[in-house]
C-alpha cells in the first residue's frame, strides 16, 4: 500500500509540473496611452536544469525588435519579466528603451495578464496580455 501511495504522489506531482510549463510561445499585447502594441514572448526550457532562455518580441508598426529576458518567479502564479538587452531592431539602440513587465499566470497556465512600464525617465506604462500559442484563446 505504501509503494502504491508512493508512486501515485510521484506520477501527481510529474503531471502537475509538465502541465504548469511556460515553455512555448505567448502572442499578446500591451495598451499605452497611445496605442496597441504587438508582442510576443518565447520561453525556450532549458532541460539540463529546468530554467528558461526567455526573448520577447514587439512590433509596432514598422519598427520591430527582439529582446533578450531575465525572468523571476514572484509565486506560483506571478512571473517578473525585464528586458535586459537587445538582439535585433529596426531602429538605432539609442532610440531603443527597454521595459519591464510583472504578469499573474493563470490557473491553466493558458494566459498572463498585469502591467508594463519602460525604464526610461518617461516611465510609460499599461496593461499587457498573453495567451499561449496554441489555445485558441489568441483570437478573442
Known sequence: MKIFVFLYFIFSNLSFAHGQSLSGKWEGWYLSSKDTVIMKINFILNDDDSTYAVYDFTKYGDYKSVCRMHYQFLGKDSIYLEETGIVRATEPSSDFTLQNMTLKISKDFKSMEGK????????????VYFVKDGTGDADK
Do not use: L
Not at 116 to 127: I, L, P
Open 116 to 127: 508594463w512600464k519602460d525604464n526610461s525617465a518617461k516611465k510609460w506604462e499599461g496593461r
